[in-house]
């Protein structure tokens, strides 16, 4: 067990809709981090955050969005959704070094 | 244009053997790399790491060769153990920018080990 925890763990949605979902970070990290892994991809970095603060942007859609609140947890956006987005969605956190600990990852479905 | 690349998709070895898992960058901006291993439904778990001012690191069964000449870097696993079997993910971080705390992982696709027992 990483420490991170995200939720929901799966998701099934039609296109055109939005979702939110979630990430608790470990307890004392500062960073949080967001990934896509499709089908045949390996991990794609889309965002990061570091206390509250955007720091890093990655291959993130506009139709994506991010933020990290005052309590470190974070939550990412994904609007009008496609069949493309569907992937699983990592959370990492870590101590804004470069070690990063995943949370067990959102199965998002798009139909 | 994939900066960090795993060209075996697959590996099987012998239970009691040893596991060489290659990887390579393209990028000389990296200056760390790691290792994370991934079981089914769950996600990366982290390996073990070196930084690019080493050529080698040591935790138990795992070690970590970086060559920075050629750019590629191995992870070995003596002895091999049937729990081994899973996907290992070689990542490269850099700082882009001037920020502190601005890192941010590269991967691989991964590469599937499966040992038998």
Redesign the interface.
Known sequence: DSGVTQTPKHLITATGQRVTLRCSPRSGDLSVYWYQQSLDQGLQFLIQYYNGEERAKGNILERFSAQQFPDLHSELNLSSLELGDSALYFCASGQGIHEQYFGPGTRLTVT | DQQ?KQNSPSLSVQEGRISILNCDYTNSMFD?F?W?KKYP??????LI?ISSIKDKNEDGRFTVFLNKSAKHLSLHIVPSQPGDSAVY?C?A?GV??S????????????TKLSVIP
Do not use: H
């Open positions: 960090v760390y790691l994370y439904a769950e996600g990366p778990t982290f790491s993910f990542a971080s882009w920018d920020g502190a705390g601005s890192y941010q992982l590269t991967f691989g696709k991964g």
